[in-house]
């Protein structure tokens, strides 16, 4: 089956600094990846959807200069949380389709001290 | 608009019995369903879909849903639960059979006695 994976797994870091987390299709082209957020014992809340080579669409409420995210290319997709705060604390999750169902990463745990 | 609501946050079963998570789902149009499976701190497997073809679908590990349209509902079911199926499962609607835009439901952590 299609395979994505997400880099890092999980990474601490200091609050006001920026991490960036990486999903690739490993075997498959996508041309839309999906970000995902989920709290502690909470459900998956859908951050953004991007299409390769083109800017990202946001859900309502989340901001868009703080997780931004680039596309660009078909088996990569980056997610970039600036200046973290605690709050920013979680676990995301990204998603690849090529047209088909959606395939998921293991996602990447974040904490932000 | 599309919503789903998973009716138990927690079940607790003994290994070997009968699994049953329940999910209700509301939708604008003809809705495709999936069961996916998230053990901890791994992303999603998908466990199973319907998309308008059989309302009983097969899944992988056994699992198995049915699509009742008439109580909009889309249970998961496994004869005979084993350990290693403790984990949360999330019922998800999505109103496009490619499996776009999926709204998920709350979740159910599953719990496997021995």
């Known amino acids: 089956g299609a395979v994505v994976s997400q880099h890092p797994s999980r990474v601490i870091c200091k609050s006001g600094t920026s991490v960036k987390i990486e999903c690739r299709s490993l075997d498959f082209q996508a041309t839309t990846m999906f970000w995902y957020r989920q709290f502690p014992k909470k459900s998956l809340m859908l951050m953004a959807t991007?299409?390769?080579?083109?800017?990202?669409?946001?859900e309502q409420g989340v901001e868009k200069d703080k997780f931004l995210i680039n596309h660009a290319s078909l088996t990569l997709s980056t997610l970039t949380v600036t200046s973290a705060h605690p709050e920013d604390s979680s676990f995301y999750i990204c998603?690849?389709?090529?047209?088909?169902?959606?395939?998921f990463g293991p996602g990447t745990r974040l904490l932000v001290l | 608009a599309q919503s789903v609501t998973q009716l138990d946050s927690h079940v607790s079963v003994s290994e070997g019995t009968p699994v049953l998570l329940r999910c209700n789902y509301s939708?604008?149009?003809?809705?495709?369903l999936f069961w996916y499976v998230q053990h901890p701190n791994k992303g999603l497997q998908l466990l199973l879909k319907?998309?308008?073809?059989?309302?009983l679908v097969k899944g992988i590990n056994g699992f198995e849903a049915e699509f009742k349209k008439s109580e909009t509902s889309f249970h998961l079911t496994k004869p005979s639960a084993h350990m290693s199926d403790a984990a949360e499962y999330f019922c998800?609607?999505?109103?496009?059979?490619?499996?776009?835009?999926?709204?998920f439901g709350g979740g159910t952590r599953l719990m496997v006695k021995p």
């Open positions: 319907y998309t308008s073809a059989a309302t």
């Open positions: 939708s604008s149009y003809s809705p495709s």
């Open positions: 991007s299409n390769e080579g083109s800017k990202a669409t946001y």
């Open positions: 998800v609607v999505s109103v496009d059979n490619a499996g776009n835009m999926l709204t």
């Open positions: 998603s690849a389709t090529s047209s088909g169902p959606q395939y």
